[in-house]
C-alpha cells in the first residue's frame, strides 16, 4: 500500500541517489512507497529551484516578512510621524463611524 502523504522532503537525498542512479520514476515511488505523480511533483521542483539557484536567484523567503529594524534617529522620528499620522486617521474614522 502506498502512502498518502509523507514528508518528502526527509526522502530528498535518497530521491537523488536514485536519479543519478538512472532509475525511472515508477521505480523511485515503489523503492520509497510514494505515488508516481508525488516523485514527479518532486523532480520538476526541484529540478526549477535548482535552477533558479545556478542563475544566481536567491530562493523566496517563507513566512511572514521581518519588522525592519530602525537603526538611526532619522528612522525613529520618520516612525513616530507615521505612527501619530495613523492615529490620527484611525481617530478620524471611528469619529465618523460615531464610535467615538
Sequence with gaps: MKRVYTHIQKLELRM???REAGHTRQEIADGLGL???QVKNWINR???SRA???S???PKRRGRPR???ITSEEDYRYEIKRLRM???LLRGFLQF???R
Design 67 to 69: 519588522k525592519k529594524e
Design 56 to 58: 544566481g536567484i536567491p
Design 16 to 18: 537523488i541517489e536514485m
Design 86 to 88: 495613523e492615529n490620527e
Design 52 to 54: 533558479k539557484l545556478e
Design 46 to 48: 526541484h529540478n526549477k
Design 35 to 37: 505515488s508516481k505523480v
Design 97 to 99: 463611524t460615531g464610535r
